[in-house]
């Protein structure tokens, strides 16, 4: 089993900055792609940004130039920067990886959501 633990939501004022964590534990080999996804009230889960096992990032286009995605791969984390929040950046925001489990399998994962909320 793998699990993916997110930190760090909270709430902001407009403009105001905030940085997530994500921690992978558990029995893998590696972990191949790492991403954070949002969920707004009412609204389909999407991409914000997804960053490859070399660091190689890719953000989506109302994010890119105020969030920054990095990850460590000897600790298993991945983070999320965000800077200039507006409020609609407010959504739940979802850890999610593929991960190379024992067995030769790749297989995605979610963490449970961490709140974030941006508002006067």
């Known amino acids: 089993q793998v699990q993916l633990v997110e930190s760090g939501g909270g709430l902001v004022q407009p403009g105001g900055s905030l940085r997530l964590s994500c921690a992978a534990s558990?029995?893998?080999?590696?972990?191949?792609?790492m991403g954070w996804y949002r969920q707004a009230p009412g609204g389909q889960r999407e991409l914000v940004a997804t960053?490859?096992?070399?660091?190689?990032?890719f953000y989506a286009h109302h994010v890119e130039g105020r969030f920054t995605i990095s990850r460590d791969n000897a600790k298993n984390t991945v983070a999320l920067q965000m800077n200039s929040l507006k409020p609609e950046d407010t959504a739940v925001y979802y850890c999610?990886?593929?991960?190379?489990?024992?067995?030769?399998?790749?297989?995605?994962?979610w963490g449970q959501g961490t709140q974030v909320t941006v508002s006067s």
């Open positions: 999610n990886a593929d991960v190379w489990i024992p067995g030769m399998r790749l297989l995605n994962y």
């Open positions: 960053v490859g096992s070399v660091g190689n990032p």
């Open positions: 558990g029995t893998f080999v590696s972990i191949h792609i």
